[in-house]
């Protein structure tokens, strides 16, 4: 098994320049990257697993309760176990056709039916307690692996000069400080994957999962390859703004409004620049263009830059994403004094519930008798249909 992973996956023309071996980046009396190394992070992932399960209940949620976090009550859908059945299997309302059913249903009855379905959903929804929990756990990370990483990077020549990023490349010894980073960071990305499905599900959530594979495979191939130098520097510009979203985020759900919307001014304002400007217009450029005047282009050098490019991809469409939240944000601002809107419909939907309440129990019956005739009602004029179609004939 080793000898198949020495020939094809550990190839030295993959992973290094041309004439350069595995040999002679070993360093005596140094470390060294030994790509090994990298399945440490899987039980480390499971670790960062467990730590933030006791984080969640242990000190985010007493946080929460603080902080004034509270979760909006929802008006339970009534049990209606084939309207279930429906929902869980398609996560949708059934159409207008496969109720229909001109014997047992009325446009009333429609309403009553879209609001279980519309309820029903409410009850999937994450709590603003979960979403605060996500988000301090992930601040609490982010805060202290770029404080650290500052810490440890801000005296090293090529924190100041790129181009110390490739002298004496790919002989180039990684500090302890600087293999705990890349260990740590990769773990941590691993148990974001693994939890991905548990996690809050947003409107980016498949460029959150190519987020996370492709850097994943960028602190991979960048160690094994002794891109360390470069590599800190690309983590620590994701991580100077990744804490100041997530405490927006926790003071969002907590109701500081003022707070929240200073946090993510100053938020945006990082973003654009360490995304937009300091990463493609020296890293990239780096990696891209001053590496080739240490080392001929290899396999290496294009997988690595292309990773690069599709996080940058993905900035670019943040960056919209942002923009487009500020310009609402203003907008909103200027109309703030002439609209009412929210305190009207928190009354609409205290009336709303008040008057639910009053006509649950009839609506109780009416639902289970009509989930008999609609939910499955297609299936079953179809058999109607079969069994009436040879004395049609």
Not at 103 to 125: A, K, M, P
């Amino acid at each position: 098994m080793e000898g198949l992973l020495d020939q094809w996956l550990w190839k030295e023309e993959y992973w290094l320049p041309p004439g350069v071996t595995w040999k002679d980046i070993e360093i005596e009396g140094d470390r060294y990257p030994l790509p090994r190394d990298l399945f440490y992070t899987l039980p480390l992932a499971l670790g960062f697993i467990v730590l933030r399960y006791v984080f969640e209940r242990v000190i985010a949620m007493p946080l929460s309760r603080q902080l004034g976090v509270k979760d909006r009550v929802r008006v339970r859908a009534l049990p209606v176990p084939k309207l279930e059945t429906f929902y869980k299997q398609n996560k949708q309302q059934p159409s207008q056709v496969s109720c229909k059913s001109p014997s047992s249903i009325t446009v009333t009855l429609q309403r009553q039916i879209e609001t279980w379905f519309r309820q029903r959903r409410n009850q999937d929804r994450p709590s603003n307690t979960k979403k605060f929990c996500e988000a301090s756990w992930r601040f609490v990370f982010y805060l202290i692996a770029f404080v650290a990483a500052l810490a440890s990077l801000i005296d090293t020549p090529w924190f100041w000069d790129h181009r110390e990023c490739w002298q004496g490349y790919p002989k180039q010894p990684v500090a302890e400080a600087h293999y705990w980073y890349y260990i740590t960071e990769l773990g941590f990305y691993w148990s974001l994957l693994l939890c991905v499905t548990v996690d809050v599900k947003r409107k980016d959530f498949k460029e959150q999962i190519i987020h996370h594979i492709a850097t994943i495979l960028l602190i991979g191939f960048s160690y094994c390859a002794n891109y360390v130098r470069v590599g800190t520097l690309v983590i620590l510009v994701h991580d100077s703004s990744d804490f100041l979203l997530e405490s927006a985020k926790m003071f969002n759900y907590a109701g500081w409004r003022k707070t929240c919307d200073t946090l993510f001014v100053i938020f945006a304002l990082v973003f654009l620049l360490t995304r937009l400007v300091v990463f493609p217009g020296r890293i990239v450029h780096s990696t891209l263009v001053v590496s080739l005047d240490f080392f001929q282009p290899f396999f290496g050098y294009y997988f690595f830059n292309a990773l690069l490019l599709v996080l940058q991809a993905l900035h670019i469409f943040w960056a919209w994403l942002i923009l487009r939240m500020v310009y609402k944000f203003v907008e909103k601002d200027e109309r703030s004094d002439e609209e009412s809107e929210p305190e009207e419909e928190v009354e609409a939907e205290e009336e709303e519930e008040t008057s639910w309440e009053q006509r649950k129990g009839a609506l109780n019956s009416k639902l289970a008798s009509l989930a008999n005739n609609c939910v499955l009602n297609n299936l079953t004029n179809q058999r109607n249909m079969n069994s009436r179609l040879p004395k049609a004939r």
